[in-house]
């Protein structure tokens, strides 16, 4: 029997009909429909529609998790693609390895973060997630599975990292592991008054930290637009650590998790509440302990399972852009200005810095500023967001399509120049469009 689903990203938006298969073996993927296009899905936790696929098949690769190898003295991981950083993390931290890139979430699959690219808040210096996959195997359209590294089919190696799933199915990699001395960061927390404050006090400590991310007032306007706490860190070592914690250095204990058990009504989030999440949320940052478990370090938000249901049925959208490193702290304020003005409510303001580009022509980060930006859906954001794209594009910026769910073509390829390059491997790889998605159809990625 088919198993015909509503879908949808993280954002609950859009929301479209798909059928879902959940294969445990490449067989299962090929026996499917022919004429039908199929998207792989992790954990659905990309935001807009890069995992959904209206009226056609979805490929959910939960069942593809199992662990092939590990040898505990090289840090190599062999896994199958549905694997999460979640189960990684619990296999191996007590052997002292870590995966060596964080997003914001634990619950992210190897195959999704290849196919993002994803990065965590230490780009500026660890890079991408590229930096540690040695290989990968993939199925393509054409039924072989193939190895791919830097060595063996290198552009396709390269082109799946940002490549959203569109040309094959990843069914397995061997990743490089982070070796750690304990699970705990030291961290410090810095409050500052504005965005060239901020932007010159990131720029000041990036040699001394690994880590480094500061919230942003979302509704802080005039002299005070870019105010907001700065948090640093790095690994913790085992004599860093208070007397209680050195006893088990290793400590792999995922937090209890709190449940928002429905979508909240979408007048749940007005100017109040985003005022008042947002005064607690400062109050936990500058409150930093100097010592903090991992949890806590790289995944707050996954203390709250589905917290995604607090922007209400009406979904969300994180717009995440990254723009160069010149005149940064103008264009920041430029930007923030234009947001505060837009009456659209933005929820949670988030500003990195970030390294060198490594992945391929579809990867998002570059060397400068990232910042991102939760919006609840109204038809106000509908309206402002090209006016925002327009702004990005003039700073040769661009927003990360593993969270975008609203760019249309003409704008992904005024960001995204490269992307002729990237569309020369879909028609060499997938010249039939097998494998499609949402946002192929609305980017055209498509063959
Ligand atoms: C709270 C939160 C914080 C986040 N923080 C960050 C962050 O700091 N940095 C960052 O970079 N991202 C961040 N993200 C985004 C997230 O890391 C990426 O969207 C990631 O790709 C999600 O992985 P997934 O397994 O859920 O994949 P899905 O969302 O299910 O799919 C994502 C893409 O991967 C493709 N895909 C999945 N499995 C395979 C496979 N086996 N083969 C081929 N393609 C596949 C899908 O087709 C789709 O295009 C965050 C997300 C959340 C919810």
């Not at 830097?150 to 490549?163: K, S, V």
């Amino acid at each position: 029997m088919k198993n015909v689903q509503m879908l949808a990203g993280w954002g609950n938006y859009p929301k479209v009909q798909s059928e879902v298969i959940t294969p445990r073996h490449a067989h299962d993927i090929l026996v499917t429909e022919v004429g039908k296009t199929i998207i792989a899905r992790g954990l659905g936790r990309s935001y807009g529609d890069q995992a959904v696929n209206q009226d056609q098949l979805v490929a959910s690769c939960i069942r593809l998790n199992h662990f092939l190898s590990f040898d505990e003295a090289t840090g190599v991981l062999a896994c199958e693609a549905g694997v999460s950083l979640a189960e990684i993390i619990e296999v191996v931290g007590p052997k002292g390895w870590f995966p060596a890139i964080c997003p914001g979430t634990k619950y992210v699959t190897v195959g999704g973060a290849i196919a993002n690219d994803i990065h965590g808040k230490a780009h500026h210096v660890d890079g991408s997630f590229i930096s540690y996959v040695i290989d990968f195997n993939i199925l393509l359209a054409d039924g072989s599975i193939v190895t791919a590294s830097r060595e063996e089919h290198p552009e396709l190696f390269f082109a799946n990292f940002g490549g959203l799933g569109l040309l094959g199915l990843i069914l397995s990699a061997r990743i490089q592991l982070r070796e750690i001395n304990t699970t705990y960061f030291s961290q410090r927390a810095i409050v500052v008054q504005d965005i060239d404050e901020m932007v010159d006090t990131i720029e000041a400590t990036n040699d001394k930290y690994q880590y480094s991310v500061a919230w942003i007032d979302p509704l802080a306007k005039g002299k005070n637009l870019g105010y907001g706490v700065l948090t640093l860190g790095n690994q913790a070592m085992q004599e860093d650590l208070p007397a209680n914690l050195r006893k088990n250095p290793l400590k792999i204990s995922p937090q209890k998790r709190l449940n928002v058990p429905f979508f909240l009504p979408d007048f749940a989030l007005n100017n109040f509440s985003v005022k008042i999440l947002n005064q607690l949320i400062y109050f936990i940052q500058k409150s930093a302990t100097d010592i903090a478990h991992y949890e806590r370090f790289f995944f707050p938000l996954d203390a709250i399972n589905q917290w995604n249901r607090g922007y209400g049925k009406r979904g969300f959208t994180q717009y995440q852009f990254v723009i160069p490193m010149h005149d940064a702290k103008i264009r920041l304020r430029r930007i923030l200005e234009m947001i505060a003005g837009s009456g659209c409510t933005p929820f949670l303001n988030v500003l990195k810095k970030m390294g060198k580009q490594q992945g391929g022509a579809l990867s998002f980060p570059f060397e400068g500023y990232t910042l991102a930006i939760d919006f609840p859906i109204s038809p106000q954001l509908f309206a402002f967001i090209p006016q925002l794209d327009q702004l990005i594009i003039a700073y040769g910026g661009r927003v990360y399509l593993g969270k975008d769910a609203l760019l249309d073509q003409e704008t992904f390829r005024k960001m995204y120049p490269q992307y002729q390059e990237w569309m020369k491997l879909k028609a060499k790889y997938d010249p039939d469009n097998r494998f499609s998605s949402n946002i192929a159809r609305r980017l055209g990625l498509e063959t």
